[in-house]
């Protein structure tokens, strides 16, 4: 555990968890999970692919609904990438169609949008905003505020450095929450927390420091390096720290990150040098402590809701498997 800002956290830790239930499939067959959200205590939703669905949970683990709007038709989906709920409501965003698909929590249809451009790999709502988290690959704005009522963009925030782009090239990196009014979100590549009132659009950023999170500088275009020596943009992945979440939990931010260096020995990926280490943060972006735990195979799959950080892990079980909703006790 760590303290301040500059010490160096050297103790591995177990994240103690409490597995909350298994995931049934008492509706509908359940695919490979892209993405979750809480609805409210009690449910949550999830979305698949291969084949395309989004699914409403409880807490039991039960499937209470299946919401099956499958196609390229008026409130259809064919990849839903992203799923989140916000008072009461859930929201699917289609990475094949670049639509935002709002449903109520019993799957009713209320609103579609698709006069986007550009793909995103994360978003958050809150009342008549959604904050798109973009996906990288343009020398643009890190983040941009969408008006669902004007339909239109109203502002954007922060440029990507080409090491984030390099970064964003690994799944679920970089990460966005909300706090309050506060859209709140990092580089995928920098210990800067970036917070944005929605109501005044003042900004605000803090640094952590800390030298085990540590990124070299590219020195050159990503993008050129992408397009000309794609094994050479993996390898910089493999060698450099990388913020994979960002999430609002009561009265604590908490930051996701992986730092070590993976090893490619013939072909085979070595990660024992490779961590997952978190942030907790008070509501002012301040540091309380740091947690350095063993790798997991989940970067993707976590969620935050009310006092509880969550995850969902896919479980092995001989020649079967099934996945498993887990409270983090961090």
């Not at 209320?110 to 978003?123: G, H, L, T, V, Y």
């Not at 782009?165 to 690994?170: A, F, H, K, N, Q």
């Not at 910089?236 to 930051?255: P, R």
């Not at 195979?297 to 809701?305: D, F, G, V």
Request: hydrophobic content about 35%.
């Amino acid at each position: 555990m760590s303290c301040s800002d500059n010490e160096k956290v050297t103790n591995i830790k177990v994240m103690p968890k409490e597995n909350i239930c298994s995931l049934d499939e008492n509706i509908s067959y359940l695919s490979n999970i892209n993405s979750f959200s809480f609805i409210d205590r009690s449910h949550f939703v999830v979305s698949t692919s291969n084949p395309s669905s989004v699914i409403v949970y409880n807490t039991d683990g039960q499937q209470i609904r299946k919401i099956d709007y499958v196609g390229k038709g008026a409130f259809e989906f064919i990849n839903p990438a992203i799923v989140k709920s916000y008072e009461n409501n859930i929201y699917v965003w289609c990475s094949t169609t670049l639509r935002l698909l709002i449903f109520d929590m019993f799957g009713n249809p209320i609103k579609e949008f698709s006069n986007f451009k550009r793909a995103i790999s994360n978003f958050c709502v809150y009342k008549n905003y959604i904050c798109f988290y973009m996906s990288g690959g343009y020398k643009e704005k890190l983040i941009e505020v969408y008006d669902l009522t004007e339909n239109r963009y109203l502002k954007s925030f922060v440029t990507p450095t080409d090491e984030h782009i390099i970064l964003s090239m690994m799944s679920c990196s970089g990460g966005i929450t909300m706090s309050g009014s506060n859209v709140i979100f990092m580089n995928a590549s920098q210990l800067v927390v970036n917070s944005v009132d929605l109501y005044s659009f003042s900004q605000y950023s803090k640094e952590i420091k800390d030298k085990e999170f540590s990124t070299q500088t590219l020195g050159k275009d990503a993008i050129e390096l992408i397009n000309s020596n794609r094994k050479k943009a993996f390898n910089y992945i493999y060698d450099n720290s990388l913020v994979t979440g960002i999430f609002s939990v009561s009265d604590d931010i908490i930051l996701k990150t992986e730092i070590g260096k993976y090893d490619l020995n013939r072909n085979n990926m070595d990660v024992s040098e490779r961590y997952d280490k978190f942030y907790v943060l008070d509501k002012k972006l301040n540091l309380k402590y740091t947690l350095k735990t063993k790798l997991s195979n989940n970067r993707c799959l976590y969620s935050s809701n009310e006092n509880n950080l969550y995850s969902i892990k896919l479980i092995n079980s001989g020649e079967d498997f099934h996945y498993v909703l887990s409270k983090l006790n961090y």
